[in-house]
């Protein structure tokens, strides 16, 4: 069985695509430090699979724990790395705890990788690294612009830090997803997005709103140049996103690649406003959405989507869940997680 190292293995992404991994027949060794998820993941990835995958409570930004984990799961063949802060207000209030976890933990990796003659990277990417687009889809080839946020510059600098390692080490092979917006669960509501405290992004306040747990959402602007002036992205399925990540590794294992760095946009081609995410939400799951607009939000993109056609032509992935069904599993996760509170209250 090959075995895989994905780190950030607990979070939102990550466990979503511990589970395609481990259905695909891989054996995963999940390193996490749990700074944004919770160990109970593993228990939602087990009741899916039936496999519990092999846990490290451990921070990618402790390279002699990282140098022990990779030496005592001898045969580590490739690396899936989601570790990462994600949040853009965040950085920009603390920019060097994102660049150091950031590129300091992607740094390491890359450094112990042929110490332990681990050939294969998958790296998290996004697509903020191009900034508000000239041409819509955006390709892989658009140029990048000055990043609006330490995050979005620990994307762009952690793709060049890939690029010049691999420039200087030919061994190395990576594959870089610039990830557009994903949302929604697994179908089953075992496992989904754990947002700590009030959530930064769109679906799960929008979630938190339509069961209660918030007064009304917030729609930052309605004044951008879009058709109905709410800005708009590409919304992905975390599952079909989490098969993303399938596709590549068997591509990279099999030796398909066409060079050492391939860069693929993972998005679903279909540019949504938030106000028809707020609409659809509401007449797919039968519920209210209380909701003002409000000012724009600073550093907010006016509206990105994907071009996927490489993604979909050379690594052979499409986006599959309709944007009905992802937003329907988003709310069966948010009333998941309302019995679990209501169970915790009771004990
Ligand atoms: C951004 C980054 C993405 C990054 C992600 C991590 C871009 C284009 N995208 O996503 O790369 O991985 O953050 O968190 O830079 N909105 C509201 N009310 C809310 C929350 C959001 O109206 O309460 C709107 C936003 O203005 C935006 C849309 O919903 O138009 C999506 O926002 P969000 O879910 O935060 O994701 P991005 O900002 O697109």
Known sequence: MKKILVTGGTGYIGSHTVVELQNAGFEVVIIDNLSNSNVEVLNGIASITGVRPIFENLDCLDYVGLDKVLTQH?????????????????SVEKPLLYYRNNLVSLMNLLQLMP?????HFVFSSSCTVYGQPDELPVSESAPMKPALSPYGNTKQ?????????????SLINSIVLRYFNPIGAHPSAMIGELPNGV???????????AIGLRKQLSVYGDDYNTPDGSCIRDYISVVDLAKAHVVAMERMLHQKCDSNLEVFNIGTGNGLSVLEIVKTFQEVNGVTVPYKIVNRR???IEKVWANPEKAN????WKAEESIEDTLRSAWLWEKRLEEKRKESLRN
């Open 74 to 90: 001898e045969g580590i063949q490739a690396i899936i790395h989601f570790a990462a802060s994600k949040a853009v207000g965040e």
């Open 115 to 119: 110490l332990h003659k681990i050939r």
């Open 157 to 169: 600098v952690g793709e060049e830090i890939i690029r010049d390692t691999i420039r200087a080490n």
């Open 199 to 209: 959530p930064n992004n769109l679906i799960p306040f929008v979630t938190q709103t």
């Open 298 to 300: 600073e550093g907010d």
């Open 313 to 316: 032509n050379v690594l052979g």
